[in-house]
């Protein structure tokens, strides 16, 4: 996963704030700093990142 798609991705899980809760809503809070600070995620970071995505956005509006 480059910069790019995880900057999109931490983008398009916003519009779904409003399902996240607990540990999911906290994993995100946390990757959405550190992508605003330009940092790179690590693999668990972005293994994480993934399965928010699967997770939270509709198949149909997936990529």
Do not use: A
Not at 22 to 46: A, F, I
């Amino acid at each position: 996963m480059t910069k790019v798609e995880q900057h999109e991705i931490v983008e398009i899980l916003r519009d779904y704030l409003h399902k996240m809760h607990g540990n999911d809503l906290d994993d995100y809070e946390m990757m959405r700093k550190r992508d605003r600070d330009d940092e790179d995620l690590d693999v668990l970071s972005r293994r994480r990142l993934s399965e928010l995505y699967v997770k939270f956005v509709p198949e149909r509006l997936r990529r």
